[in-house]
Structure formats: C-alpha cells, structure tokens
Nanobody, 127 residues
Framework: QVQLVESGGGLVQAGASLRLSCVAS???????????MGWFRQAPGKEREFVGA????????YYSNSVKGRFTISRDNAKNTVYLQMNGLKSEDTAAYYC?????????????????WGQGTQVTVSS
C-alpha cells in the first residue's frame, strides 16, 4: 500500500518552469524503489494522458512526445519522492497532474497498470 501526495502546481505564464513533487508513504518501509513512478495529466473534458514514467529496475525514463525535451522526471529514493521538472510551459500543458506508482513496473504509459494514485495538483499556464 502506497499513498501519494503531489505538490508544486500553480498558475504560471507561458514559458515559465515549475517543479512538481510527489511524496510516497509506504506501509512497508524501504519499498519505494520497487515502484515505477509515472506522471499523468488530465485537462477538463479530456481523458487522462500519459506524461512520463521511470522504470523501477534501471530508471529508464519515458516521455510522451508532447513533453519530450521540456519535462524531466527524477526521483530521490532516500526521500521517497519523484519530481517532474517542467520547463517551457505552454497553455496546452494546463491540466491536473497526477503521480502514480506501479509495483515492479516498466514505466508503461498505460494508466490501468498503475496501482496507486495521488490526488493531483493543478497546473495552469496562461498565454
């Protein structure tokens, strides 16, 4: 069982940067590094969209084409935290952003494969 809490969202202008954080609380200690961690987003009236994810076994990181080169996922296992650094934000990045955990996951873009989800943090980019 893992509880995830995102933070760091806000209202920014186009071109700005934000860093989202997702802190995990585990029922079983020292298991955070056994989870692939993903980021998804959902804009009003749209389906949840894969942003990126990092596999648990070798930290290979995958990104959607829409954010590749602008967003970066990193994690600090000692702090049970995964980050989403977002640079060059665009109005189309406006959405609620969610982190998710997939035990022994590969970093799949399929939301259905993730076992635990945070409550989301809102990112709004004004043009």
């Amino acid at each position: 069982q893992v509880q995830l809490v995102e933070s760091g969202g806000g209202l920014v202008q186009a071109g700005a940067s934000l860093r989202l954080s997702c802190v995990a609380s585990e029922r079983t200690p020292n298991t955070f590094n056994t989870y692939a961690m993903g980021w998804f987003r959902q804009a009003p009236g749209k389906e949840r969209e894969f942003v990126g994810a990092q596999s648990w076994i070798d930290s290979t990181t995958y990104y959607s084409n829409s954010v590749k080169g602008r967003f970066t996922i990193s994690r600090d296992n000692a702090k049970n935290t995964v980050y989403l650094q977002m640079n060059g934000l665009k109005s189309e990045d406006t959405a609620a952003y969610y982190c998710a955990a997939d035990w022994h996951g590969s970093g799949t873009p399929l939301a259905s494969e993730y076992d635990f989800w945070g409550q989301g943090t809102q990112v709004t980019v004004s043009s």
